[in-house]
């Protein structure tokens, strides 16, 4: 059984107690996807590139897990971003100087739980 999601606007599984690193491959159908959060979880390792397909993302909400290394710059590319949760992370290294691609870009803010 196949199930087709790509009419879904909000992709919210933040606030449970998932243990794993983050999906890979959300963005492959997901066209018309807007906001993803994955807050407050236990996610670990780094976030996989592949967010940058998911073109109509306004909303990315990836703070306060165990998440290391760096951002991927497809991020970076995402015309209609305008609200980017990293904190309480364990990012490595400069941010990328990709982020002044994010014209819509309002801010890094603090998600409220």
């Given at each position: 059984?196949?199930?087709n999601?790509?009419?879904?606007?909000?992709?919210?599984?933040?606030?449970?107690?998932?243990?794993s690193?983050?999906?890979?491959?959300?963005?492959?159908?997901?066209?018309?996807?807007r906001?993803?959060?994955?807050?407050?979880?236990?996610?670990?390792?780094?976030?996989?590139s592949?967010?940058?397909?998911c073109?109509?993302?306004?909303?990315?909400?990836?703070?306060?897990?165990?998440?290391?290394?760096?951002?991927?710059?497809?991020?970076?590319?995402?015309?209609?971003?305008n609200?980017?949760?990293?904190r309480?992370?364990?990012?490595?290294?400069?941010?990328?100087?990709?982020?002044?691609?994010?014209?819509?870009?309002?801010?890094?803010?603090e998600?409220?739980?």
């Open positions: 059984m196949s199930i999601l790509s009419f879904l606007k909000i992709f919210d599984i933040s606030n449970n107690s998932f243990q690193s983050v999906p890979m491959g959300i963005c492959i159908d997901l066209t018309r996807i906001i993803i959060d994955f807050a407050v979880n236990h996610f670990f390792g780094r976030i996989p592949g967010f940058g397909n073109s109509s993302l306004e909303h990315l909400w990836l703070g306060q897990k165990f998440l290391a290394e760096d951002i991927p710059k497809d991020i970076f590319r995402l015309p209609r971003l609200q980017l949760g990293l309480d992370n364990g990012f490595s290294g400069e941010l990328s100087s990709g982020i002044g691609n994010l014209s819509d870009l309002v801010g890094l803010p998600r409220s739980q």
